[in-house]
């Protein structure tokens, strides 16, 4: 087994040491005058000093055999998971039965005995170097064993969500019925809930219409609204799984053409108003469109108490590192609040919201990177090429196989593209970029091969790493060429699952091969890296789920439309893939490969208790669906759960 080696030679195998502490407060003069100690007093005291290390790790490992889990540690400890079940996602030592926390920072990885001689070492040098000798200044090693048949890895990233969407989402869960009427039922329940005024508007996250068993598939209306009659007068703005459209009552339709002055535009570049044969609006708005309803913002206090339960959520799941992939200038005030109220418990990597931003805002917004580490962040932009599959927004080269009147929405289209990005770019800031159907790719990939052109540095996209967010459509030279310029591919495995019942019909047999191509996009990449995410709350926030559906490519029935071997399997990752996706590769998409990501001596201490071996490969996907977090650990604290 492959572990970190000592520095020095002579000394014993060990892991490797960080970088020595910070020097602690001074202890009493009376301790340090040890010069007129006998030598045969220095032994005692130190075979004595050894002993009580010893007892100690003794009775942490007997308590942890079935105790009430921990839920605080000491400030600094050894955890272990024997059978080198702890996945470090470090390839000097990518499994190993323990490591050592001191503080919030990874000191030690190795075996129980590797790490113990390593921090009695450690212990050694202190105390010669500040305590003059004294044994009794030594601490000893508190040690704790995981469950039997749990694992560690490092803590999970979610490389592209949406937090505060995700919090909205969950009041109101259209996203768990199963035909429009039932989605009628749940929201006439909420309103009838929640009496008000003609005015006062109801607002939901989560539609699909391609999971109804009662329609064709095809756009809901307002008259669909309209049909009950709790609803019938209430503004009430639902918008679709993926964020792309909207879906209005008559009530909506109304205010919404009184903000604009009485008339709907005839049409809106980057976004549509579904029409019906008559032209009229029949209450969907799509993409670009929907920034003409007039919805109300949320308060601060709504933000607050959606982002709480988002947080909440997140960590019980084992993510302790979330990329929000469209924050707005008072979200991410409101992200930096928190941080200083110590009520921010994970860390967030914000991609600043181009479409929300003000002229102002724009002007003056500036990058905010104070350490990799930092629980807030902004240092790239999210700009929005097209729309989504699911609601033929996604811009094609050829029209859509089962709509061949449309070819999809380019909300910036090229030319507008390249200048918004350059702009962006001059400005030192990382530039990622909303792509889902492969004219979209296409035209991203285009105006960052210009910016390399230009710059005359084979290299400058690899030291900036622009990132694809979704890369999901692409022609197969696109697959290469994204690889060949250093762009990053931002991917969310379960796109490819819940997609996949539609996709085909929707693409056709010979362009869905080159959708979801997970293998092949990491297979190209320069850098060999694939940040996974899940978009939620578009799908699931667990990121198990994203882990199951990368390297399976079943739903959670073990079904595909190819069958129980999953679909399109070639493009299925490893499970060491996929995890170096969620913890390494995120790190890396957002510049913090050095400091997170994996288990290695001198990065933070952010970790994860499963309590299945999801990396087994004997073991069945569908263990991986069962697996449940038993602790996420941020900083070397435990922030959910238990040990």
Known sequence: MSRQKPQQSQKPQQPQRPQQPQRPQQPSAAPRRRTERSATKQVVWTLLASAIAGLSTY?????????????????????CANGSRIYTVDESAPQVDCIVVDKQTISATGTLAEVQSYWDDYQNELIQKFYGNEPSAKKPLPVFNVPSGSIVVPGLTDAHAHLLEYGFKMQLRLD?????????????????????????????????QTRWNDTDGSFP?????????????????????????????????????????????????????IRDSTGEPTGVFVDAAEGLVPVPKWSKQVMREYAKRAFKDALSVGLVNVHDASTSVPEFELFKEMDREGELPIRIYSMAD?????????????????????????????????????????????????KPDASG????????????????????????????????????????EGIAHDSGDEATLVKRRPRLEHSQIMREEDLARSGKLGIINSV????????????????????????????????????????????????????????YSAVARLDHKGDSPQGSGGWYPAERLTRAQALKGMTLDAAYAAFAEDTLGSLTPGKRADFVVLDHDIMNEAKPFSEILQTKVKATVVDGKIAYGGI
């Open 176 to 208: 768990e019925v199963s035909s429009l009427s039932e989605l009628l039922d749940i929201v006439e329940t909420y309103a009838k809930k929640h009496p008000s005024g003609p005015d006062t508007w109801i607002e939901a996250l989560g539609w699909d």
């Open 221 to 273: 209306t307002a008259t669909d609204l309209a049909s009950r009659p709790s609803l019938a007068s209430r503004p009430i703005a639902l918008r679709r799984v993926d964020c792309h459209a909207v879906w209005l009552s008559p009530r909506a339709l109304e205010l919404t053409k009184e903000h604009l002055g009485g008339t709907f535009p005839s049409s809106v570049p980057g976004g549509e108003i």
């Open 354 to 402: 181009s479409v929300r931003l003000t002229s102002e805002e724009a002007k003056e917004l500036e990058i905010y990177d104070p350490h990799p580490a930092a629980r807030t962040r902004m240092r790239s932009i999210k700009l929005f090429t097209d729309g989504a599959l699911g609601s033929w927004g996604a811009a094609l080269l050829a029209p859509y196989s089962d």
């Open 492 to 547: 969310q495995p379960t796109h490819a699952t819940a997609d996949m019942w539609y996709a085909e019909t929707r693409l056709g047999p010979e362009r869905v091969k080159g959708a979801y191509a997970y293998r092949t996009l990491l297979e190209h990449s320069r850098s060999g890296v694939l940040p996974l995410g899940s978009d939620f709350p578009v799908e699931s926030i667990n990121p198990l789920f994203g882990f």
């Open 59 to 79: 009775y942490s490992l007997e308590k942890g055999k079935g105790s009430a889990a921990m839920t605080s540690l000491p400030s600094a400890y050894a955890l």
């Open 409 to 448: 929405i380019m909300r910036l289209p090229e030319e507008e593209l390249d200048a918004v990005a350059r702009g962006w770019w001059e400005r030192g800031w990382a530039v990622n970029v909303h792509a889902i159907g492969d004219r979209a790719n296409k035209a991203v990939l285009d105006v960052f």
